[in-house]
C-alpha cells in the first residue's frame, strides 16, 4: 500500500512539472487581453505584436521581414539549458529562435514610431516585451511566434494560428 502511495506522488508530481513547464497558447484577442501582455503604455509588446504580424509575415507564414539579416532589430535567442524558455530546438540547423523588440539593439530604430514612442532608456517597463519566433531557415517560413515579458517564463506564451488571424485584421 504504501508502494502504491508513493508511485501516485511521484506520478501527480510528474503530471504537475509537465503541465506547469508547458506553455500556454493564446487563440484569441481576449485571451491575449487577460494576459496583460504589452499594456498599458509605456510598454510596447501589443503594439509591436500587432505590427509585426501585419507587416513582417503573409498568410502563409513566410517571413517578410528577415530575422537572419536583423531587419528592425532581430536577433538571434539563445533558448539555453537548464531553464528552456521555449520548446527545445532539436535541429538548430534547419531552425532557430529570433526575437524582436529590444529597442537598445541595432537597426531597433527601424521599426515604427507607434511601437517606439513610449520608450524611454531610464524606464525599463518601455523595453521589456518582446516577440519571438521560430524560424526555419531553409524554407523562409515562421513556425511559431511566442510572446513574452522580457524573458519570464511564467509570462511567455505562444500565440496561435486564430490570434494571428485576428491581429491581422485589427
Known amino acids: 500500500m504504501m508502494r502504491q502511495c508513493e508511485f501516485f506522488l511521484r506520478l501527480v508530481m510528474l503530471v504537475v512539472v509537465l503541465v506547469s513547464s ?3 497558447t493564446l487563440n484569441s484577442v ?3 487581453e487577460e494576459t496583460g501582455f504589452g499594456r498599458p ?5 501589443l ?3 500587432v505590427w509585426y504580424v501585419q507587416n513582417c509575415v503573409d498568410n502563409n507564414m513566410m517571413a517578410l521581414c528577415d530575422p537572419i539579416k536583423g531587419d ?4 538571434e535567442f539563445h533558448n539555453n539549458k537548464p531553464h528552456f524558455l521555449l520548446p527545445e530546438l532539436n535541429d538548430t540547423s ?4 529570433f526575437t524582436i523588440g529590444n529597442l537598445h539593439y541595432k537597426h531597433a530604430s527601424d521599426l515604427p514610431f507607434d511601437v517606439k514612442k513610449y520608450y ?3 524606464d525599463p517597463r518601455s ?3 518582446r516577440v519571438i519566433v521560430k524560424y526555419s531557415k531553409n524554407k523562409n517560413m515562421i513556425m511559431d511566434v511566442y510572446i513574452s515579458e522580457h524573458y519570464k517564463k511564467s509570462k511567455t506564451y505562444r500565440t496561435g494560428p486564430p490570434l494571428i488571424t485576428e491581429l491581422r485584421q485589427h
Open 22 to 24: 508547458s506553455l500556454r
Open 41 to 45: 503604455p509605456p510598454r510596447h509588446g
Open 127 to 129: 523595453n521589456m516585451d
Open 72 to 75: 528592425y532589430g532581430f536577433h
Open 120 to 122: 524611454d532608456p531610464q
Open 47 to 49: 503594439v509591436l505584436l
Open 30 to 32: 481576449e485571451e491575449l
Open 94 to 97: 534547419t531552425y532557430g529562435y
